[in-house]
């Protein structure tokens, strides 16, 4: 079983900063691959990065310039560095882990957390 502790959400006003912390506990094998996804009242979740354990890491497009995704590898934690914020990026956060099992995937969400974008 694997646990996912998300932290740093808020309320922040067009333009400023936020920063995402998801911390991974339990019982996790290599090669895994964790990320953030949001999603907003009435929409779909996406995408918004993610990173492997060896440091790769893909952001949406409409994030590029404005947030970072990084990791702790030791700590089995990834962070997501929101700088310039827009009213759009307004949604519940949440954290996903990912690894291969000997049969299948393992596949692991956040409680989620809430980043409002509001002047």
């Known amino acids: 079983q694997v646990q996912l502790v998300e932290s740093g959400g808020g309320l922040v006003q067009p333009g400023g900063s936020l920063r995402l912390s998801c911390a991974a506990s339990?019982?996790?094998?290599?090669?895994?691959?964790m990320g953030w996804y949001r999603q907003a009242p009435g929409q779909q979740r996406e995408m918004v990065g993610i990173?492997?354990?060896?440091?790769?890491?893909n952001l949406a497009d409409s994030v590029k310039g404005r947030f970072t995704i990084s990791r702790d590898s030791a700590k089995n934690t990834v962070f997501l560095q929101m700088n310039n914020l827009k009213p759009e990026d307004t949604a519940v956060y949440y954290c996903n882990m990912i690894f291969p099992l000997v049969a299948g995937t393992g596949v692991y969400w956040g409680q989620g957390t809430q980043v409002t974008v509001s002047s």
């Open positions: 339990g019982v996790i094998f290599s090669g895994w691959t």
């Open positions: 990173i492997t354990s060896d440091g790769s890491t």
